[in-house]
């Protein structure tokens, strides 16, 4: 089984300030990992993921992530925080075969103050 | 690319009364399509998984009888509302999934039952 676990339901910065978001995930098998963005009353839209290879994967609108194995971890950063970047996140992990399911964290609302 | 839709974005409908959700992939072929239901503030939970020309496979706890899935075609999915209640008010957003295995989003379609 595969869970996610998103620290901290709201996120609140100011802008230009970093944004850290954090996830951490437990799968039996190695793990596919992606980020969301979801809008009010909107679907989500994918950020970034992870499959294999390079640790740091870079992702749309400057956010990037880390994945780090040993502490089943999967944060995402963004150096400077826009208004614009105010939205829900959602962390989530599947197996890395076939048409396994989606789960999903509990997501972390960003705010982000002038 | 990957482009999901889905119609109609915004319904209302009387309780007692049946609604149909339709889920297009635009432009790729889908052989998996996934239905989520969303509740204000929460994660996306997983209410089925459908394949082309099969028979949808349900999660624990979702009622196959009152949420009809049907996915006829490789770009066409559809989840029906059967006798809807006030309960049934929610979020509900499809996803589809090609040979890549990875998960296109639609925009998520907001029912409300009065």
């Known amino acids: 089984a595969q869970s996610v676990t998103q620290l901290g339901s709201h996120v609140s910065v100011s802008e230009g300030a970093l944004v850290l978001l954090r996830c951490n995930y437990s799968?039996?098998?190695?793990?596919?990992l992606f980020w969301y963005v979801q809008y009010p009353n909107q679907g989500l839209q994918l950020l970034l993921k992870y499959t294999t290879g390079a640790t740091l994967v870079k992702g749309i609108n400057g956010f990037e992530a880390e994945f780090k194995k040993s502490e089943t971890s999967f944060h995402l950063t963004k150096p400077s925080a826009h208004m614009s970047d105010a939205a829900e996140y959602f962390c989530?992990?599947?197996?890395?075969?076939?048409?396994?399911?989606?789960?999903f964290g509990k997501g972390t609302m960003l705010l982000v103050s002038p | 690319g990957a482009v999901v839709s889905q119609h109609p974005s915004w319904v209302i409908c009387k309780s007692g009364t049946s609604v149909k959700i339709e889920c297009r992939s635009l432009d790729f072929q889908a052989t998996t399509m996934f239905w989520y239901r969303q509740f204000p503030k929460q994660s996306l939970m997983l209410m089925a998984t459908s394949n082309e020309g099969s028979k949808a496979t349900y999660e624990q706890g979702v009622e196959k009888d009152k949420f009809l899935i049907n996915h006829a075609s490789l770009t066409l999915s559809t989840l029906t509302v059967t006798s809807a209640h006030p309960e049934d008010s929610s979020f509900y957003i499809c996803?589809?999934?090609?040979?890549?295995?990875?998960?296109?989003f639609g925009p998520g379609t907001r029912l409300t039952v009065t």
């Open positions: 799968s039996s098998v190695p793990p596919y």
């Open positions: 996803s589809a999934a090609g040979v890549s295995y990875e998960q296109y």
């Open positions: 989530a992990v599947r197996e890395n075969s076939g048409y396994s399911t989606l789960t």
